[in-house]
């Protein structure tokens, strides 16, 4: 971890081993489970509130974008698993999230809200956002106050520029590259071509 104790894209991700509800059965997840792929760790306050299941029904609704591209989803609160069961459990219309297609966390220690550094002093954890590639290393990090939501396709676009970056690593995406798009050579004489083309 970095010097100052905060999360810092570069570092490693902290470990986590915690239990989590998935197509309606308790397991434990762990984030070797998901070395090898990339990781969309998606932290968010509490359930059965307002604009928590606009994310978690969001996020799968677009899960098999991530799926493609060699990625994974974990949604995270503090609630009970059981309390993630029951939200499950219950349809969109009456304000639950339905069947997921990614599972749900239970963070009701608080262990995992603190390592990532998001936890408010109301004990809930904030939106935070956070890319781990498949070596397990923090590539991408957002964190949103209780109020406003993320937008999901946003987060699909980052991660395909990491993961562009990654197998080009003489490039680089300028601001708002989408896939297809010009990127940057990171040479001097090279990088001129890209500014002459806008």
């Known amino acids: 971890m970095s010097n100052n104790n905060y999360l810092q894209v570069g570092d490693k991700a902290p ?3 915690a239990k989590a509800v998935y197509e309606q059965e308790f397991k434990q997840v762990k984030l070797s ?4 792929k990339y ?3 998606l932290f968010y306050p509490l359930d059965f509130t307002f604009v928590c299941p606009t994310e978690i029904i969001t996020f799968s609704d677009l899960y098999d974008q991530f799926k493609t591209i060699n990625a994974e989803v974990l949604g ?3 609630d009970s698993e059981y309390c993630h069961l029951a939200w499950m459990q219950l349809d969109r219309d009456s304000g639950g999230v339905g069947d997921l297609k990614y599972p749900l966390v239970s963070d ?3 262990n995992m809200s603190l390592s990532y550094n998001i936890l408010n002093d109301e004990g809930k954890a904030l939106r935070g956002l956070f890319i781990i590639d498949p070596d397990g290393i923090l590539q991408h990090l957002t964190i949103n106050n209780l ?3 993320r937008n999901v ?3 699909i676009r980052v991660l395909k520029a990491i993961q562009y970056v990654q197998n080009n690593p003489d490039e680089v995406c300028p601001a708002n590259w989408q ?3 010009p990127t940057i050579k990171t040479s001097a004489n090279f990088s001129k071509e890209y500014f002459k083309s806008i």
Do not use: A, Q, W
């Not at 489970?33 to 090898?36: A, I, N, P, R």
């Open 147 to 149: 109020e406003v939501g």
């Open 76 to 78: 995270v609160s503090v």
């Open 39 to 41: 990781l969309i760790l």
């Open 179 to 181: 896939p297809g798009d």
């Open 153 to 155: 396709n946003e987060s």
């Open 33 to 36: 489970d998901y070395l090898g």
């Open 108 to 110: 009701l220690n608080k």
């Open 15 to 17: 470990d986590f081993s």
